[in-house]
């Protein structure tokens, strides 16, 4: 279950600004189809970018719609940078509000959970996305890195249409 | 749409289908979308579950087949039954969630209560019925016909002629190859499903199941990014890979005939992976069938097939499509774990993520190209779809199965000649 992350103290040692400038700028790059800046937020090894078909499934004995590791994260930005990924050629029209955040100290960074609302134009429809998202993020720099995004869509155990865009 | 009862108009099947082309109207017409609903999926033979869903007493998953909610549960002996999921008192729907576990079911509505083999077993305030009021008579309707093959089960709402073995045909030779490279001959569909939303009609899905034409350029994006997915990269039209018609509507594309022309290589079939990184695998193999058995096995791998008319083997996944109106669809997708091959499993469940689904690699693509496909027979010029690659160059084999080129329309004929026989039928013996 992603909300274990928040059973922790809150995190005092961080500044929750930085936090949600660091989630906007996130947000962003992935409405506006940056794959590569996207690509470069997240630690260079040992991540893993989920989202599950089932709040509660455990991953190593069932399926999820995605599981990456860097390998198959990298994989998919290739694939979107070819521009002839027919899922998103053309790209979708993207637009999203986050929310709602909490922020906790974890042993391995800072693990920050939102909800967001996504709007999602594509040809004659209008869809809306939404969910929650755990991120467990490193200290990098003066900012952040990620090192686990889990993204919980609220309608995760319906039929979903094409989610290749970034979630 | 799909509730809407048969318009009785009398559609003229063997026009609309032809040996080369095909009507646009088959993809679009309402009334043609529920003739097949009746016709194709109440009358004839559809996958509805898996054994191994459903493997303790009172384990259950709801299904649909055609227009019908289906729960198929686990009994107290054991054995599996199919019932509607509707209540015999007032008609409420049972199970509303997709798979659970119960010792009994209770309706929500009156909490009328049942066995899991569909006896009434409690009502409240029961004295209050006529004294003709039998709960003998008012237990969980049980589909007319099931039966299974492999662990795959199959219902039948409307009984027709065929038994089970004689709908499968030769599908059961794939079903069997998928069991072969079970250690134990069994396969487990434990994963839970991906449920994919495709805006198009579900003979497209079919189609495009056992397509070995569109690959290069529908996933050219694939291809260019990662090369690891072998059957994909190797869909060239010089391929030794057939595609197969098996008669009744099922098809296949022949990968086997691919991996043996290239050689001893095991594992062609999930990425090439060296048989030293699968050590609990191959033993099991080994041990089960003997090592040069089992090298056959490993060498051909799964089939890639369409069993006519909602379950493919899509090699180590299983895709179930579900038609929900003239354009529009579910595919519900899982890996396949075959037991005591708990190292193999894992690959098999990242590489269906990989290439499987909503957001996977390949099928997102596909799904994209189905909905323009939907969205361009929508357009009531040119009438017809053409289909006629390879046409009458098929090579027949003694069993009356027909072989042809990789990227030959021969699979999409099969399914096709097929569909026609049995709605066109369904004309003469309705009207």
Known sequence: MTATLLDTAPAVDVDPKAVEQFLYHEARLQDEHRYDDWEALWAAEDILYWVPTREGADPTREVSYIYDNRSRLASRIRQLNTGVRHSQAPQSRLRRLISNIEISASDGGVAVESNFMLVESRRALMTIWAGRTAHLLQRSNGSFKIKRKVVTLVNCEEAIGNLAFLV | MATAPVIPARIDYRHLVQDGRLHGSLYTDPAIFAQEMETIFHRGWSFVAHDSEIPNRGDFVVRRVGTQSLIALRGKDAEVSVFYNRCPHRGATLCQTPSGNRPRITCPYHAWTFALDGRLIGLPDEGAYPPDFSKADAGLTPVARMDSYGGFIFVNLVPNQLTLREHLGHATELIDALLGLSPTGRIQLTAGWMKHKMRSNWKMI???????????????????????FATVRDRKPTSPTRVRDFGMGHTD?????????????????TGGIEPERLPVYVKAMNDAYGPEDARRRLIEGPPHSMLFPNISLAEMNIMVIEPIGPDA??????????????????RTLRRCEGAMGPAGFLIADDAEIGELTQMGVANLEPEWIILS????????????????GLMDETSQRGFWSHYREVMAASQEIVH
Do not use: C
């Open chain 2, 329 to 346: 669809s579910i595919q519900y997708t899982t890996p396949v774990f075959l037991e005591g091959a708990d190292d193999l499993n894992a």
């Open chain 2, 206 to 228: 079919v189609e495009n199941q056992v397509d070995g034409y569109h690959a290069p350029m529908v996933h050219g994006s694939l291809i260019a990014a990662n090369r690891t």
């Open chain 2, 389 to 404: 690659r390879g046409l009458g160059k098929e090579e027949v084999l003694p069993n009356g199965v027909k072989l042809a």
């Open chain 2, 253 to 269: 594309i022949d990968h086997a005939s691919d991996y043996r022309a290239a050689g001893d290589r095991l594992f062609r079939w």
